[in-house]
């Protein structure tokens, strides 16, 4: 692994996915028992698509070798974004994690908590929010801190469903909010910036070829004139952490 710092944060670069998505699981494993330990539990919010699949699997694997190396009694899981599809859909990133990490470790249900997507973009973006006030109850004004939010990069620059263009991007008292994406002809369900923004730290994981010249513009471009949705994600105090493999950074020099 090499490693650099940038204004966007630091840079750990792995020969490629999987060994990418166990360096994930470890920083996972990393900042759960660092907020356990700190205030005793651990919000952590997924991010969907296909890098983090290989994140949950390692996690399961981990469970079956070693029981007692990830404090899942003091972990809950929420979602960074949501498909508009019930948690069924194999669109789902409810389902993806489910199936692929929730049901394999013995994180309780009731610290499973799930964007009630089925109810529609609108009114699930409202329920979540009202559930995350329930659940962090901030001061006035304030905004919910999450111990670690996971984060993925597409070719087009979005993350979370933060998409280029999107009324979403505009969003700044909002913690939860519906965003229609035009190029998906699709509503989804995403955190906004201040939710990101006030993480305790942020890990974006990004692998493979396609995301190579998304990732340079997004790692090398000047925050004065951000180019995409990704780069404006950056923690007012938390810290900001991009594990990325070789093939997506092959253009970062
Ligand atoms: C989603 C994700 C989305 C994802 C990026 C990158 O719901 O699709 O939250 O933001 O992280 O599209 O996806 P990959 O890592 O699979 O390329």
């Given amino acids: 692994m090499r490693s650099f710092s940038l204004s966007a944060g630091e ?114 973006a409202a329920d979540y929010e009202r559930w995350l006030q329930s659940f962090f109850h901030p001061p006035q004004g304030k905004f919910p801190q999450f111990d670690l939010i996971m984060l993925g990069l597409g070719a087009d620059g979005h993350t979370a469903s933060l998409f280029p263009e999107t009324e979403a991007l505009k969003e700044q008292a909002r913690w939860v909010c519906p965003n229609w994406v035009p190029s998906l002809k699709t509503h989804r369900i995403t955190f906004t910036y201040p939710v990101l923004n006030n993480a305790v730290q942020v890990m974006f994981m990004v692998a493979g070829q396609s995301k190579a010249e998304i990732l340079r513009r997004v790692l090398h471009a000047r925050p004065a004139d951000p180019v995409c949705p990704a780069q404006f994600v950056r923690p007012t105090s938390g810290k900001m952490l991009w594990l990325v493999d070789e093939a997506a950074a092959s253009l970062l020099g």
């Fill in 11 to 124: 840079v750990r670069i792995y020969p490629e996915a999987g060994a990418l998505a166990r360096a994930a699981a470890d920083e996972f494993i990393r900042c759960a028992c660092e907020a356990i330990s700190a205030r005793k539990r651990f919000a952590v919010a997924l991010n969907g698509g296909t890098t983090p699949k290989g994140v949950y699997s390692a996690l399961a694997a981990d469970y079956q070798v070693d029981r007692n190396k990830v404090p899942w009694d003091g972990i809950h899981i929420f979602f960074g974004d949501e498909r508009s599809v019930p948690p069924t859909d194999a669109d789902s990133n409810f389902r993806l994690a489910r199936e692929t990490l929730l049901t394999k470790v013995p994180v309780r249900l009731g610290n499973i908590h799930r964007v009630r997507a089925e109810l529609g973009a609108r009114a699930a």
